[in-house]
């Protein structure tokens, strides 16, 4: 299995709203991505975890809650989010040593829209 | 300041056509560079890896080149096809003694259209 599965493919959601994106894969990677894309734009890193525990935060707003529950799983945790918010999601995973090709692999994405 | 370049933004060719994309980077110190191509709404899917010492890889109709001392890339795609129309994304990856995952570093991709 090469594949990183995202769930769901598309999220609705208001600003009072609490709702999780959710990310797996089954290839024993041990480093798991968050990536933001808004439209035309490359892709922006968001967090990094790492064996189970976060390594990289890249200064994002609190209202972005990552969480990584087992090495085959990552959860993005959302609540009161603005409309600007409104993007694809991706979650990437890669073999987590520095093995000079550490390629990620890329979900197909959860696209948002934040009312 | 580590920054990845591409050109054209945007780029219609006929079906059949051949094509040139180029990737300009200042990322240092240099890890590899990579070629994705991103269907709209999708995630991208890596066609190409070059590392420091590699010229061209090929796979399939997708030629990749790389010139590390000018730091140059190019992705030449050859008798294009209608699938072929998406964002192609040059990332260089920044080799990082802290990690041991490295920093990606993404350009803003060159859209791609393919007319019948």
């Known amino acids: 299995d090469t594949e990183v599965t995202q769930t769901p493919k598309h999220l609705v959601m208001g600003m009072t709203n609490k709702k999780s994106l959710k990310c797996e894969q089954h290839m024993g990677h041990r480093a798991m991505y968050w990536y933001k894309q808004k439209a035309k734009k490359p892709p922006e890193l968001m967090f990094v975890y790492s064996y189970e525990k976060l390594s990289i935060n890249e200064s994002v707003p609190s209202r972005f809650s990552p969480e990584c529950p087992n090495s085959s799983l990552l959860n993005l945790h959302l609540h009161a989010l603005q409309p600007e918010d409104s993007a694809l999601y991706l979650c990437?995973?890669?073999?987590?040593?520095?093995?000079?090709?550490?390629?990620?692999?890329f979900g197909p994405g959860t696209r948002l829209t934040v009312l | 300041k580590n920054q990845v370049e591409q050109s054209p933004q945007s780029l219609i060719i006929l079906e059949g056509k051949n094509c040139t994309l180029q990737?300009?980077?200042?990322?240092?110190?240099?890890?590899?560079l990579r070629w994705y191509k991103q269907d709209t709404g999708r995630g991208p899917v890596s066609l190409t890896i070059?590392?420091?010492?590699?010229n061209t890889k090929s796979n399939g109709r997708y030629t990749a080149t790389l010139d590390a001392d000018t730091k140059q890339s190019s992705l030449h795609i050859t008798a294009s096809q209608l699938s072929d129309s998406a964002s192609y994304i040059c990332?260089?990856?920044?080799?990082?003694?802290?990690?041991?995952?490295?920093?990606?570093?993404f350009g803003r991709g060159t859209q791609l259209t393919v007319w019948p």
């Open positions: 990437a995973s890669s073999q987590g040593r520095d093995r000079g090709n550490n390629e990620q692999f």
């Open positions: 070059m590392t420091f010492s590699e």
């Open positions: 990332v260089v990856r920044a080799f990082d003694r802290g990690s041991t995952l490295g920093r990606l570093y």
């Open positions: 990737c300009n980077y200042t990322v240092s110190p240099f890890s590899n």
